[in-house]
């Protein structure tokens, strides 16, 4: 077997390798009874054959007698049975003391049957016809020598027989095999209902659409699920407390960050500008870590949020912030547009992706989106200068800053693109087709 089918195999269902296991022993069981079947029935068939010929030989023996003024053997009455009467039909029966008397059927015309002891055995007789003979050793009195009694009749009664049974019995184990295999299909299936259940289950909390998995199943997969049930719950739990972990540090380290960045007001210049570029240090990274944080949470348990609703909120604050720099905001989202993201992660991803393109723009910022292949893909585009693949790169990274000239922080970018990767998406940056940037967004519509 190669590779690849073993492979293949490896990989198969349970109720593929259920039904191929089924399969093989049908294929080899049922052969096996049908040999097995036809050898008996032709050993039958041909035990019948032989007693039928042994009763003709009786019929033969009863009316074979001496004739003493002829001469020669005589045999007074028919055997009731035409075929022995026509020329070469392979029904014959012959009287023979193995020299010159010789006593025939017509049947067998001017041909003899071989003289032997071995009974009932196959030979071939006239016109080479395969024949079935059963023979006899007698006396007749006045005669000395024994005489030798046989009847034959044609092999192929036997043939018919069997070719007939092995016919119907091919039929019958194929019929029968089919009606096991779909037995076996439909027992394999309602055997294997409740792991599909269970599977479901599974998706749907992957997918966000439930948090527990179901347990009314069979007593062996309900402890099962019980059991993975506890595990999520627990994880569920930990990641929660780890999430506001994560905001309590943030929010306990804003306020001693703001009294040391007051009190860096009275140090001398120099000493301040360094001070200061650690306070922002630490809050770059604070910022940085709780995105993080806040995303790895309930990544791949998030139920789908309609984009522009969520996004409302956001879209709006921009709006008047743009057209008070002199910008214009445009979106193109339809309404059932959905995607599987935490709405405050969603809102976190498009707000950093509108904020730097307003912050780059000459006039124009737009906002679109649209169903991908197992996705959903959102699009922003500015009018601004745009980048270079290096510097698309570039940007990526944390806390990198391409012109110290604008406001930011330079994480904006590094935050998205953390925040999409968590979710097993994708972040790229092109060539607008308004002459600037053009980030794209592509996010998962189930966890894989």
Not at 19 to 27: E, F, V
Not at 28 to 54: C, I, K, N, Q, Y
């Amino acid at each position: 077997m190669s590779r690849q089918w073993r492979d293949t195999l490896a990989r198969a269902s349970v109720a593929t390798r259920l039904l191929l296991a089924a399969l093989l022993l049908i294929g080899l069981l049922l052969p096996l009874a049908g040999l097995g079947l036809a050898h008996h029935f032709r050993d039958s068939v041909t035990t019948v054959f032989d007693e039928r010929l042994d009763g003709l030989l009786n019929m033969v023996i009863a009316d074979v007698h001496y004739d003493e003024a002829e001469q020669q053997l005589v045999h007074d009455r028919a055997l009731g049975d035409p075929r022995f009467r026509q020329v070469f039909s392979g029904w014959y029966w012959q009287v023979s003391d193995g020299d010159t008397r010789v006593l025939t059927s017509r049947s067998l015309w001017d041909q003899r049957l071989p003289l032997d002891n071995a009974s009932p055995r196959e030979l071939i007789g006239p016109r080479k016809m395969p024949l079935r003979i059963v023979s006899r050793e007698i006396r007749v009195a006045p005669l000395d020598t024994p005489l030798r009694v046989s009847v034959a009749a044609p092999s192929r009664v036997i043939d018919l027989e069997a070719s007939r049974f092995n016919r119907l019995l091919s039929l019958s184990l194929a019929a029968l095999g089919l009606l096991i295999l779909t037995g076996l299909a439909v027992q394999i299936r309602w055997g294997l209902a409740p792991l599909r259940r269970l599977r479901d289950d599974l998706e749907n909390v992957e997918n966000g659409d439930a948090e527990r998995l179901g347990t009314r199943l069979p007593a062996e997969l309900a402890r099962l699920a019980g059991a993975m049930n506890a595990v999520l719950e627990r994880d569920r739990r930990r990641l929660e407390r780890a999430r506001h972990a994560a905001g309590n540090l943030a929010h306990a380290l804003k306020t001693p960050v703001s009294v040391l960045a007051t009190l860096a007001e009275g140090f001398p210049e120099e000493a301040r500008q360094r001070l200061k570029g650690e306070l922002t240090r630490i809050d770059e990274a604070t910022r940085h870590h709780l995105a993080r944080a806040s995303a790895a949470g309930d990544g791949t348990l998030n139920r789908p949020v309609h984009c522009l609703e969520t996004l409302r909120p956001v879209l709006d604050g921009l709006t008047r912030l743009a057209e008070r720099r002199g910008h214009s905001l445009e979106h193109d989202l339809p309404e059932s547009l959905t995607v599987r993201l935490d709405p405050q992660d969603l809102q976190e991803v498009v707000g950093n992706l509108l904020d730097n393109a307003l912050r780059w723009a000459e006039h124009r910022v737009r906002l679109s989106g649209d169903t991908a292949p197992r996705g959903t893909w959102l699009r922003v585009e500015d009018d601004g200068p745009g980048m270079s693949e290096a510097d698309c790169q570039a940007a990526l990274a944390r806390g990198t800053r391409l012109d110290e000239q604008r406001s930011g922080s330079g994480l904006g970018l590094a935050i998205v693109n953390d925040l999409v990767t968590l979710h097993e998406g994708t972040l790229t940056l092109e060539r607008s087709n308004l002459g600037g940037l053009a980030a794209r967004v592509w996010l998962p519509d189930r966890p894989w």
